[in-house]
């Protein structure tokens, strides 16, 4: 199927000015973050949104109690298992799992064990 790809002439167009490998690196980092999105229900995601909208890039445009459920939301997303899921998918070397996921006994630990 790649090859057949490979050979399209739209392909070949589109990868004349395009690093294909890094537009496929970054769709499989999307992915990966989709899967951690869907870590939220609806609701929670659109409140996440919302919350995050509102900041403008500043965190002190929100009240205290809004940044505290903002950091909770963010905190169900996992960002270091979705961190070191990314650089292991990513990275040619393999990589120490404590410099991943924390050393043993860590949340993120207990977070890659329930997902494998």
């Given at each position: 199927m790649l090859y057949f790809l490979a050979r399209s002439k739209w392909v070949k167009g589109v990868s004349r000015g395009v690093p294909v490998a890094r537009l496929l690196l970054v769709a499989e980092v999307g992915l990966l973050a989709g899967h951690h999105?869907?870590?939220?229900?609806?609701?929670?995601?659109?409140?996440?949104?919302?919350?995050?909208?509102?900041?403008?890039?500043?965190?002190?445009?929100?009240?205290?109690?809004?940044?505290?459920?903002?950091?909770?939301?963010?905190?169900?997303?996992?960002?270091?298992?979705?961190?070191g899921t990314a650089v292991r998918r990513l990275s040619p070397m393999p990589?120490?799992?404590?410099?991943?996921?924390?050393?043993?006994?860590?949340?993120?630990?207990?977070?890659?064990?329930?997902k494998n």
């Open positions: 999105l869907a870590r939220l229900d609806a609701r929670e995601r659109r409140r996440m949104f919302s919350l995050l909208g509102r900041t403008r890039g500043r965190p002190s445009a929100l009240t205290a109690a809004e940044r505290r459920e903002l950091m909770i939301l963010f905190a169900r997303l996992e960002p270091r298992l979705f961190l990589m120490p799992k404590r410099l991943l996921y924390g050393r043993r006994g860590s949340p993120t630990r207990a977070a890659l064990a329930r």
